[in-house]
């Protein structure tokens, strides 16, 4: 019989919580980058409309527009 599954020495790992914790930060970035986006975005073109769309594609603007910006 073989065993495919990682051997761990003592205390088990919980898993779950380092889930729990990553994906909390993962929430935060995605938050707080729409924001800045959002932000940037109407700063620059004074559009609600704009700003909007921008937030969705949150980090990705945030990239664009340091890098055409820079």
Not at 7 to 34: C, D, L
Not at 53 to 66: D, E, I, N
Request: no cysteine; charged share 15%; hydrophobic share 45%.
């Amino acid at each position: 019989m073989t065993h495919s599954g990682e051997v761990h020495e003592g205390e088990p790992v919980q898993r779950t919580e380092q889930r729990v914790v990553i994906k909390e930060y993962v929430k935060r970035g995605a938050s707080f980058g729409s924001a800045l986006a959002m932000v940037i975005s109407y700063t620059a073109n004074k559009s609600i409309l704009w700003a909007i769309l921008h937030g969705l594609f949150s980090w990705l603007y945030v990239l664009y527009f340091a890098i055409t910006r820079a």
